[in-house]
């Protein structure tokens, strides 16, 4: 996993994935006490920036293999990008989600053509359920974080943040990345490591579920107690990856943590002041931007606003309580 | 009021202004029975089209004029873009607003700093109130869209819609333009008339205020019978302007009216498909798009949404009655 692989990605995407803007809004920057910038990935395919590595993934297979279709476990954003990157490519998929993931990924999963398999999030095994449909169908499993070639793809964001924010002449700030499993902060990481060396990639999660800040500590790899009941659900997994975790303790800085209600203020700012849509797990890096800038440096900041995939009824209750 | 003015007013908002994205979603294109393309302008400072119109004519403006200070008036969207393009230039503002104008844009204007005069949609005439404040305080006018250097900063949205269309292999389309005094329509017709001659913009409006389409069937400036009482507050004007009004006679196509019901529907389109934040009048050019496909023609149609500054209590009645 390195660089390379990051820019060869970024040549596959290219016409495929979308090139997000970096927004700004003076209401943010007084709110944070420093200059925010943000890059809303939300407004990637699909709703989250996970289009970017299924595409590198599928983009990057043996065609043969690809012809046989892929599979993927995912809360939902993972597998919408794979059901359309292969509804793209024209290979079947199978996407196997938990029955607790917002109606509105289940049925746009579907409606990406994809198979969609659910399982219980407290009692299954995702992996193996992911590997014995691998195995059975011959189908290609392509994991959410664990994967040098999701990786790749989703590190894609980091070269975009690192040259948008050059052109707007910013190269010294720290990047908050929304964090499940890593795969997003670590190619972020790779990429700025190579393109803005002045810039260092901070995994957010929401609090109960820091794994990642925790193992950052530790030095070892730590687990959640809890993997459920989180409206924080795109972003809450078991424990950092195998592939990403090394990559996250050479290159990030601490972890942070936000609670629930600070991710919900974050989605109503997004809205009043952005006019893009966050999820709450895609609006945990905004929300440690404006509410814990204690724990910040610099007079700059950009944050990644990971997805937008929420349902009407969590957006609303959001706005009801915190829109001005 | 030509080209030529429109491509200068692009030299001098780059940096400035934002270069909104175009966006797809497959689910739009299902439900539209083509393919759509979305300029989303409430991606833009300010969250409306109108900073590019106010930018370029604070840019234009002799530097002693400019010193003095500058008036407008607005239902809002033009207001808090002449109010950002004042503070960034570091001159006083003053924006006559109607006192049944949203309440976040009353409350934006004056936190971008400007000066807000408020007046009665119904009973007062705020050409003339706009008139007098400029006289008595040497302030300079700039009119919301019968202003020759605002036209050329909207029109730099046609050119980004030329250029990023025949990017994506796009250079046949009707353009769904939001209208209300024609503004955005007679710019983005004549920089496409020069970089898009395939392409042709159509006026959007909503039922009972179609000024614009019925001027255009008749051949001479019409008005609305009311001009008040509408959600799609950033589109309703008396009438078309009296430049705007001959561009757009010369150049677009016939204008199209929707219900307020059907902007609501595509302001929950864009929520859940696009992940933007579009405002009543803003999502008037999606919701013929997708609604009334019947008065359209060919494979690919371009809309803009041309502003997202809606209250939380509008945004979330239109999601609960319409959101899927």
């Known amino acids: 996993m390195n660089i390379d692989m990051i820019e060869a990605a ?7 994935a979308r090139r997000t803007p970096l927004l700004t809004s003076p209401f943010l920057d007084a709110l944070a006490g420093r200059r925010v910038w943000v890059k809303p990935e939300c407004l990637q395919h699909t709703g989250s920036f996970k ?8 983009s990057a297979m043996a065609p ?3 012809a046989r279709g892929v599979v993927a476990y995912s809360s939902g954003n993972h597998g919408q990008g794979v059901a359309m990157a292969a509804r793209i490519h024209g290979v079947p998929a199978v996407i196997v989600m938990p029955s607790d993931a917002p109606r509105m990924k289940i ?14 999030r407290a009692g299954d095994d995702r992996d193996a359920i992911g590997a014995a449909l691998s195995q059975k169908r011959g ?3 392509i994991k959410p974080f664990d994967n ?8 894609t964001t980091g070269l975009e943040i690192a040259e948008q924010a050059r052109d707007a002449g910013v190269t010294r700030a720290q990047v908050l990345v929304c964090c499940g499993g890593g795969g997003l902060a670590s190619g972020i990481a790779l990429a700025l490591e190579r393109h803005a060396p002045d810039m260092v990639a901070r995994p957010v999660e929401p609090e109960g579920f820091d794994d990642v800040a925790r193992s950052l500590r530790s030095g070892r790899i730590e687990r959640n107690a809890r993997t459920s009941a989180s409206l924080c659900d795109a972003i809450i997994t078991p424990q950092p990856g195998a592939i990403t975790f090394p990559i996250l303790q050479r290159l990030c ?3 942070l943590a936000v609670s629930e209600t600070d991710a919900l203020r974050a989605m109503a700012q997004a809205f009043s002041r952005l006019k893009v849509v966050a999820e709450p797990g895609g609006a945990v890096a905004l ?9 910040l440096e610099g007079e700059d900041v950009i944050v990644t606003i990971s997805g937008g995939n929420v349902d009407a009824g969590v957006f609303c209750d959001a706005l009801r309580a915190h829109a001005e």
């Open 10 to 16: 970024a040549e596959r995407l290219k016409g495929h």
């Open 51 to 58: 289009f970017r590595g299924a595409w590198s993934a599928l």
């Open 64 to 66: 043969d293999d690809r």
């Open 107 to 120: 049925d746009n999963t579907r409606a990406l053509g994809a198979e969609v398999v659910l399982y219980d």
């Open 139 to 141: 189908l290609t499993l």
């Open 148 to 155: 040098p070639q999701v990786i790749a793809g989703q590190g």
């Open 253 to 255: 800085g601490p972890g």
């Open 287 to 295: 929300a440690a931007a404006l509410y814990h800038g204690d724990q």
